[in-house]
């Protein structure tokens, strides 16, 4: 469990105290606020704060004095006009706060997205919890034999017991020697900022992690995709769903035109043609490498 | 008058209507929102929206389940803490989204601080209206004789008549064939995007502009400062004054470590340590130019 | 002519001495170096200088110690992999930097492209000259009776002649008026930084223009599209021309990929699929907008 | 030793083959290209790259066609003066790209530099190797007593012998295990992507890291300041080697201005002018806090 009492109590507190506001609320976002969303075996995501609204989109976009809508429908159309050809400052005037736990691992992925504000948990500073991520079996996925960077079925029997016990074994030992290290106890007590690096990669960090929502969408595109970790993508998909009940409209445009959208080559389209006109086309007459006609064939198949 | 009766009736609703949420609110900035606070002769800045106050700096960079804050004195405390020891994340955690209408080459200046959201009136689908910038007779200032990015006294007698008459007669030309190069009376109608080209960049414009709090004072000290050309000063001025009301720790820490505050080099902390025990230096045993021992006594003697 | 005899003996000096360097060199680009190529009737583009090739693009991808290329072959397919999983960071390894000048007008829309370095020739500290883009007649084109942000056909006879008359007769009043209210013949003279407030957006300004290779494929795909304004289109494809020399494996899969690539949505995925499965589709019957339906069958239509 | 002789034999070979550019070189620079200096145990920075020398600073600050020098006395005024009045942009137009092998704790904070372009080692797709980093006994710092943040004296006899220990051992039998993982010997072998988990944070991994010289000031007077850990403080040491060298106007401002200077408030500077009045000033009196006064008196005293 994520969260200790107090804790939770902390966040009931900041539940309990709604405030008159001016600004734009959704309400589908201020159910969500706060509340801490578990994601893996120790983390979570939690809405700290969020600016706008589907109509802050179109607000911007139209550059106007009110709330620059009309019409829920003719936002919903411009918002989609506006995703399909990439326009994406309107998206920009929109922004979240998110308060994350994730292993160390996913954390070193997630901050390659540069556009956003960070403020991490100081491991200079303070002390780590001794929480670990161990995958659950099914997730202990075998090397993949086609793809270098990928996984295949999950282990089985003694390997999987075996990798189980390695990293449970490993974590907790790395922990044990990193309290003995930094204990003031008959001893001076290494630095904190030193004594972290026995720490392995599978333990728990926190974060604030602060986002305008066109570069969410491209976090999200890329790490909820099926070919992201999956370490990663379960917390691009818990992102989703409040996405989703933040901006119902936008999130809906970025699903149709983003997530399930697809980019074609000029061979591609070439290609598409030629068989829309009844040939039949093949990866040597396509002029495609294997590798793309592979991968093209599969946007027509799935 | 920037706003016309139907604008000021979109503001008057929006602020009429107020909701409750769970967010961080500040009180202090809710009774800015929306208002239209003159800047020049047609240029205003508007708060649309916010995210955040003080204690979401602190709670940032605490990485805190709650409020994160035990005491408003606590905060002040970090607050200045952080702001002396440049920890510029925890401010970038507070956003602020403008509504901005300002000259063109305001606009031009402006659109240099590029860690910004953006969204401007667009003249290629749009038409712009007739509202040019007409400086003031005080602010109608020679050309500095010692600097040449600079402004000397205003001018005088006929030649700040002619000056001003220049401006005001070019400008209303300028936009009258704009507008007869865009009819579509009797011809075909230039296109827009073509047409503004004929426009001076005393023009005014408008923008939606969003920013966090860190960035944002990173433009207020270079644009609030006296070198500052006086037409951005202007607003960046008036921007002043809503943030602090908005984060009133932040900004009085802002006041007395950035623009209360100066830069030493390394040679001027010398020079300083050798006046302080008694010693009488001078340009020549400074070790420093002439501009540079110039602008050291300016801090000292201001 | 955009470069008076002094500036280009400048230019001549620098391509007159080469000198040996152990950093990565292009030969491609080694040809453009400095040349100023004319754009528009005034302005041009010139490479000052660039960082990188394909091979370190591949270098870096792979964060090898040498070259990282053991083949031509092998460097063209992985740079096509990168660009077709948008793996960005390798392209971001190149750079450029561009001296340009340019109308106000088209500087304004390309500034918007944050992610790049810019210096200015300043207007507060500078006199600017007496060079004001005026389009030539088949570029003088009307409004656009479909598309708000869009042109027509060019317009004709006294229409086209009065609107040239309008562009030269304004811009040279304007500039006439900047030299009288600057002047400090028996006068003042008023402050540059305020004179230039006279100056329409035709007049030429000019700037370094720093940017790596992934951003600057961004402003090329958005920039010399064929919706992007003509004014600004004519400098990505004076740009494009020099990058095919510089990146060419990079400048081949961009081309595929990007410019000629589309996006297609989900929904536009099912259609195809029921199409290539023999069915009959519909804008009624596609779940598209009019809009969609009618940008989708232009992909496959042109 | 960071480098095996078929490493080595990859650097030698780029280091003898010169060619021709017609670029800006700077000799100082090439002197270092590509050559692997030791930082920690097994880590280094080399030079992978450039663009620019101290002339492009001046010459992008000017706009100029030429070399946009004339004297290089002139340039270095220039640059002090740029430096001085926070000019940013002209620094922004050089350009460096290193590789840098360094344990991951460190790597986490350098980062944090958003700025800057990054492509690291891929543990998902490649097998890391057995390096990890072991601190000198002279850098086994305790915990420090007054800041929570920092250091204190090494670490003494049994406890520093026992603080190695377990770094040592813990680090192999992480790397053993995670060797065993990923066999593939009788066994499916688990993903990369999932047995990297178990490695501690001083192992090493290795990035191509690209950034302008503006960010890159940045950096190194953030990370070489004395109060910056040590293990990132030896890189941004190593790195203000190669600077110094490759624009020596611009890093020896760099120095006097960043390095060497030091920042006053609005307060420190009253209580100075007091103070060079003759009047004696306590913390008391000063208007400070008691953290600011110590951090004032250390500016005038160090």
């Not at 893996?40 to 106007?64: C, E, K, P, W």
């Not at 793309?292 to 198949?301: P, T």
């Amino acid at each position: 469990m994520p969260l200790n009492p107090e804790q939770q109590a902390e966040i009931d507190e900041l539940r309990a105290t709604p405030q008159p506001t001016l600004r734009a609320v959704s309400e589908g976002m201020e159910a969500h606020l706060y509340k801490a969303y578990d994601v893996l075996d120790h983390g979570f995501i939690r809405v700290i704060d969020y600016m706008g609204d589907d109509a802050a989109i179109t607000q911007a976009a139209r550059v106007s004095y009110g709330k620059g809508t009309k019409s829920v429908q003719n936002d919903e159309g411009l918002i989609r006009y506006l995703m399909r050809h990439w326009h994406s400052t309107p998206f920009e005037m929109c922004e979240i706060k998110l308060h994350v736990k994730l292993p160390v691992f996913v954390a070193r992925q997630w901050i390659r997205h540069r556009t956003a504000n960070v403020n991490e948990y100081s491991a200079r500073y303070s002390i780590l919890d001794r929480e670990f991520y161990i995958p659950s079996p099914e997730h202990l996925a075998a090397q993949s034999e086609i793809n270098n960077q990928g996984r295949g079925a999950a282990l089985q029997g003694a390997e999987a017991a075996q990798v189980l016990e390695i990293l449970k074994t490993d974590s907790n030992r790395a922990y044990d020697n990193y309290e003995q290290m930094i204990s003031e106890d008959g001893q001076a007590g290494l630095a904190r900022e030193l004594a972290r690096m026995n720490l392995p990669a599978n333990i728990y960090t926190q974060w604030y992690w602060k986002v305008d929502l066109h570069n969410l969408f491209h976090f999200l595109r890329l790490r909820a995709d099926s070919h992201a970790q999956y370490e990663i993508r379960v917390y691009a998909d818990a992102i989703c769903k409040v996405v989703a009940d933040w901006v119902p409209a936008a999130y809906a445009a970025f699903e149709d035109y983003r997530m399930g959208g697809v980019n074609l080559s000029g061979k591609g389209v070439d290609c598409l043609k030629r068989m829309l006109a009844g040939e039949t086309v093949t990866q040597e007459t396509s002029g495609m490498s294997k590798g793309e006609w592979r991968e093209f064939r599969a946007l027509l198949d799935d």
